[in-house]
T-cell receptor
Framework: AQRVTQPEKLLSVFKGAPVELKCNYS??????LFWYVQYSRQRLQLLLR??SRESIKGFTADLNKGETSFHLKKPFAQEEDSAMYYC???????????FGSGTQLTVLP | ETGVTQSPTHLIKTRGQQVTLRCSSQ?????VSWYQQALGQGPQFIFQ???????GRGNFPPRFSGLQFPNYSSELNVNALELDDSALYLC?????????????FGPGTRLLVL
């Protein structure tokens, strides 16, 4: 069965510092991985997906199949990046999402 | 373009009761997925409906059931409520025909079972 692990429940960094949110997965097939973000009082929304290999709001994530990881990185954190971040894996006939438990990122001024 | 909406926003029930939650898909979407998010956890897949039929189910008992209507809106029904059913229930809509479809989430319904 698939599993997504986000080891840090809380992460605080100072504005301008680099940030890395960790995500590890367990899946026997070829993974489709995503990062979702939830800003305060807003709904869950897609931040980026590994297949697009894009940078959104300065964030990037590289799929490392050897380490089964999909860590989210940003070189210079901004206060507006403060939010809850969820890593998710898509699988199954319904292409459903399996989420990690989330990391609350706080960027301090 | 209208986003995903859910009703009600909050609900309080007692153990043993039944509840119905509603979701309206984003315009043009034909697939609805339901997730349960317990406090401090990530969302957990309940089931998905595509063209009015269940298209996949997570590890939830049969007392969790659903419907999808011709206009692609959906209902989640939970019978014989238990205390552990207290959670945020999210629905997400998508367009299944697209290979890289994105799931768009609603704001959720917060259910409290006493």
């Amino acid at each position: 069965a698939q599993r997504v692990t986000q080891p840090e429940k809380l992460l605080s960094v100072f504005k301008g510092a680099p940030v890395e949110l960790k995500c590890n997965y367990s899946y026997s097939g070829s993974p489709e991985l995503f990062w979702y973000v939830q800003y305060s009082r807003q709904r869950l929304q897609l931040l980026l997906r590994h297949i697009s290999r894009e940078s959104i709001k300065g964030f990037t994530a590289d799929l490392n199949k050897g380490e089964t990881s999909f860590h989210l990185k940003k070189p210079f954190a901004q206060e507006e990046d403060s939010a809850m971040y969820y890593c998710a894996l898509r699988s199954g006939s319904a292409r459903q999402l399996t989420f990690g438990s989330g990391t609350q990122l706080t960027v301090l001024p | 373009e209208t986003g995903v909406t859910q009703s009600p926003t909050h609900l309080i029930k007692t153990r043993g009761q039944q509840v119905t939650l509603r979701c309206s898909s984003q315009s043009g979407h034909n697939t609805v997925s339901w997730y349960q998010q317990a406090l401090g956890q990530g969302p957990q897949f309940i089931f998905q409906y595509y063209r009015e039929e269940e298209n996949g189910r997570g590890n939830f008992p049969p007392r969790f059931s659903g419907l999808q209507f011709p206009n692609y809106s959906s209902e989640l029904n939970v019978n014989a409520l238990e205390l552990d059913d207290s959670a945020l229930y999210l629905c997400a809509s998508s367009l299944a025909a697209r290979a890289q479809e994105t799931q768009y989430f609603g704001p959720g319904t917060r259910l409290l079972v006493l």
